[in-house]
C-alpha cells in the first residue's frame, strides 16, 4: 500500500500497519512508514485470513503532532498492489 499527495500541498503522513483499527503504536506495529509519501508491504508471515489494518493519520514525530491544519484539504491517493 502506497499513500501520497495528490492536488494539494505536501503533508507528512503516518502510516501503520496493525492489528487493530485506528492504533499507532509503533512497539506494535507489523510495519511503518512516515513522509509526504508513505508505503508498506504486508509481510510474508501474516496468514491468510488475518485482518490487518493500514491506519493512517496526518502526524509527524518531528513535530510532535498534527502536521496540517485542522480543518484543511489534505487529499491523497492509495494505491494498493495485491500478489
Same mark, same amino acid.
Given at each position: 500500500?502506497?499513500?501520497? /499527495?495528490?492536488?494539494?500541498?505536501?503533508?507528512?503522513? =503516518?502510516?501503520?500497519? /496493525?492489528?487493530?483499527?485506528?492504533?499507532?503504536?509503533?512497539?506494535?506495529?507489523?510495519?511503518?512508514? =512516515? %513522509? *509526504?509519501?508513505?508505503?508498506? *508491504?504486508?509481510?510474508?508471515?501474516?496468514?491468510? %485470513? =488475518?485482518?490487518?489494518?493500514? !491506519?493512517?493519520?496526518?502526524?509527524?514525530?518531528?513535530?510532535? %503532532?498534527?502536521?496540517?491544519?485542522? %480543518?484543511?484539504?489534505? !487529499?491523497?491517493?492509495?494505491?494498493?498492489?495485491?500478489?
Amino acid at each position: 500500500m502506497t499513500i501520497s /499527495e495528490y492536488g494539494d500541498l505536501a503533508t507528512i503522513r =503516518q502510516m501503520m500497519l /496493525e492489528g487493530k483499527p485506528a492504533r499507532f503504536d509503533v512497539n506494535t506495529a507489523l510495519g511503518a512508514s =512516515q %513522509g *509526504t509519501t508513505v508505503s508498506i *508491504t504486508i509481510p510474508g508471515w501474516v496468514f491468510d %485470513g =488475518q485482518t490487518v489494518y493500514f !491506519n493512517v493519520r496526518n502526524w509527524s514525530t518531528d513535530l510532535g %503532532g498534527l502536521s496540517c491544519t485542522p %480543518g484543511s484539504s489534505t !487529499n491523497c491517493i492509495a494505491n494498493f498492489l495485491g500478489a
